[in-house]
């Protein structure tokens, strides 16, 4: 298809808004309802491919706006998929994500350093559960130590 007339059939799809705001995908949505869809595709990967171009092999799309249905180029961004869980996490969109990134790291290093399960829940004010799942990558398996700045807990 013609890449304009292509954009065009997309575009229409749309309910746009000023930059800051939300453009609404008003076409067909993937199966869970929270993105657009067109074909195959993400109706705002296909916004970002044509706005600002090709999205890098694995990469995701993100939304700073946290708005899954939303395809304003503005409030998209490219990230791995550990950005975009790291995102999901903190806006508490991931379904386990009773604790942030932040705490299941500072869970991790206060095992590490021989501190009891136990003490550890208490101090983070979660489940034994959560905090043994976290601590032993059972819960968080993508999040690694690395993936936040440095500090002693
Ligand atoms: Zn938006």
């Not at 067909?28 to 929270?34: F, I, N, S, T």
């Not at 590490?112 to 979660?126: L, M, V």
């Not at 130590?145 to 002693?152: A, H, R």
Request: proline residues 4%; positive net charge.
């Amino acid at each position: 298809m013609e890449r304009r007339k292509f954009e065009q059939r997309f575009w229409a799809k749309v309910q746009k808004a000023a930059d800051n705001e939300c453009w609404l995908w008003l076409g067909r949505k993937m199966e869970d309802g929270r993105y657009g869809r067109l074909g195959c595709s993400l109706a705002h990967r296909r916004s970002f491919e044509i706005s600002v171009g090709p999205i890098p092999p694995g990469l995701c799309v993100m939304h700073s706006c946290d708005n899954g249905l939303c395809v304003n180029p503005h409030h998209l961004s490219i990230g791995t998929h550990r950005d975009n869980m790291l995102d999901k996490c903190r806006k508490g969109r991931d379904n386990r994500a009773s604790l942030s990134p932040e705490t299941v790291i500072a869970i991790r290093r206060a095992r590490a350093s021989g501190e009891k399960i136990k003490a550890i829940a208490a101090r983070f004010g979660c489940s034994v559960f959560t905090a043994y799942t976290a601590a032993t990558g059972q819960s968080f398996a993508w999040l690694s130590d690395s993936d936040l700045p440095g500090k002693s807990v």
